[in-house]
């Protein structure tokens, strides 16, 4: 890594791009030798600079090999605890999934008035999901990205671990939320409720010349507008939180490394936003779940008043 803090921190923010470079890209080398290429080339962005040159197609190896592993990681630990629950004492695991299925269905019974069975499960999934992969912020910033370094032998190799601090993954599973209230918009209210709750909603003068002269395109706007910063509101806030709290800890990891004064310094404030950081990372799973819920349930809302 390099030595400055400007170089640290750019590279603990640079995810691990894999993209497409066209041939007759020029590559430049840490030694600053620079290699053209004769064609093109898949492969793994050496600076943020090619990551930006990739384009929108480059894939982030390291949040998509994260947040699918952790994925798999709870989803395995929820089905050991399924398979293995008993009716007599249970385990401290078993004692933890009771209640974080008791809770969610709680919160869920509490937003969601509608029958659809596959809403408490995908609210589960998500707080948990989001929970494991905010987690991985809490885990001492150099440790990971210098073990992968050190297994690559690539001492420049970018390895971001916190999946939810980047917007790619935020705003996919915000989009995929999205999505669903679509369907669900669709499927409770009919194509045609549907384009009538984006249209004839907030304004209505009841007059057909005014409503389909002015006041559809009016609430057309006003509606498309409400419907598409949902999405984007709930993958960003997300992003946003996770971010800055990743940015805090390597400004921590800067100071560990100047002098002894600031490394004390570091050491004392690293533990303390760790402690605080516990809050955030559960709140924010938390809001994700409750928000999605939230649209759920206004996707099954067949008032015409709403």
Same mark, same amino acid.
């Given at each position: 890594?390099?030595?400055?803090?400007?170089?640290?921190?750019?590279?603990?923010?640079?995810?691990?791009?894999?993209?497409?470079?066209?041939?007759?890209?020029?590559?430049?080398?840490?030694?600053?030798?620079?290699? &053209?290429?004769?064609?093109?080339? =898949?492969?793994?962005?050496?600076?943020?600079?090619?990551?930006?040159?990739?384009?929108?197609?480059?894939?982030?190896?390291?949040?998509?090999?994260?947040?699918?592993?952790?994925?798999? &990681?709870?989803?395995?630990?929820?089905?050991?605890?399924?398979?293995?629950?008993?009716?007599?004492?249970?385990?401290?695991?078993?004692?933890?999934?009771?209640?974080?299925?008791?809770?969610?269905?709680?919160?869920?019974?509490?937003?969601?008035?509608?029958?659809?069975?596959?809403?408490?499960?995908?609210?589960?999934?998500?707080?948990? =999901?989001?929970? %494991?992969?905010?987690?991985?912020?809490?885990?001492?910033?150099? =440790?990971?990205?210098?073990?992968?370094?050190?297994?690559?032998?690539?001492?420049?190799?970018?390895?971001?671990?916190?999946?939810?601090?980047?917007?790619?993954?935020?705003?996919?599973?915000?989009?995929?939320?999205?999505?669903?209230?679509?369907?669900?918009? +669709?499927?409770?209210?009919?194509?045609?409720?549907?384009?009538?709750?984006?249209?004839?909603?907030?304004?209505?003068?009841?007059?057909?010349?005014?409503?389909?002269? +002015?006041?559809?395109? &009016?609430?057309?706007?006003?509606?498309? &507008?409400?419907?598409?910063?949902?999405?984007?509101?709930?993958?960003?806030?997300?992003?946003?939180?996770?971010?800055?709290?990743?940015?805090?800890?390597?400004?921590?990891?800067?100071?560990?490394?100047?002098?002894?004064?600031?490394?004390?310094?570091?050491?004392?404030?690293?533990?303390? =936003?760790?402690?605080?950081? %516990?809050?955030?990372?559960?709140?924010?799973?938390?809001?994700?779940?409750?928000?999605?819920?939230?649209?759920?349930?206004?996707?099954?809302?067949?008032?015409?008043?709403?």
């Amino acid at each position: 890594m390099s030595g400055d803090s400007t170089g640290y921190i750019q590279h603990h923010l640079q995810n691990m791009a894999y993209g497409k470079l066209p041939q007759g890209y020029e590559r430049h080398d840490t030694d600053g030798t620079v290699n &053209v290429l004769s064609e093109d080339t =898949w492969t793994l962005a050496h600076s943020s600079q090619e990551a930006i040159d990739m384009g929108f197609m480059a894939f982030h190896l390291d949040s998509l090999g994260w947040s699918i592993g952790l994925g798999l &990681v709870f989803s395995f630990l929820f089905w050991r605890v399924a398979k293995n629950a008993t009716s007599g004492v249970p385990s401290g695991m078993q004692s933890f999934v009771e209640l974080l299925v008791s809770f969610i269905d709680g919160v869920v019974k509490d937003i969601f008035h509608y029958k659809n069975r596959m809403v408490a499960p995908m609210a589960l999934t998500i707080f948990s =999901w989001v929970l %494991i992969m905010n987690v991985m912020d809490l885990v001492p910033v150099d =440790w990971l990205p210098m073990g992968a370094a050190w297994a690559s032998g690539n001492d420049h190799l970018f390895f971001k671990v916190v999946p939810t601090t980047d917007p790619n993954i935020t705003l996919g599973m915000s989009f995929t939320v999205f999505f669903l209230m679509i369907f669900f918009s +669709i499927k409770q209210k009919g194509l045609i409720g549907f384009i009538k709750e984006l249209t004839m909603h907030p304004f209505h003068s009841g007059k057909w010349y005014i409503d389909f002269t +002015i006041l559809i395109w &009016v609430n057309l706007i006003l509606e498309t &507008v409400a419907l598409i910063s949902k999405p984007i509101s709930l993958g960003l806030r997300l992003f946003g939180n996770l971010y800055a709290g990743e940015m805090i800890f390597i400004l921590f990891g800067v100071m560990l490394g100047s002098s002894l004064v600031l490394s004390g310094a570091g050491i004392f404030l690293h533990l303390g =936003w760790a402690i605080f950081h %516990i809050l955030v990372i559960a709140l924010q799973a938390f809001v994700f779940m409750v928000l999605t819920t939230v649209y759920m349930a206004m996707a099954h809302d067949v008032d015409e008043e709403h």
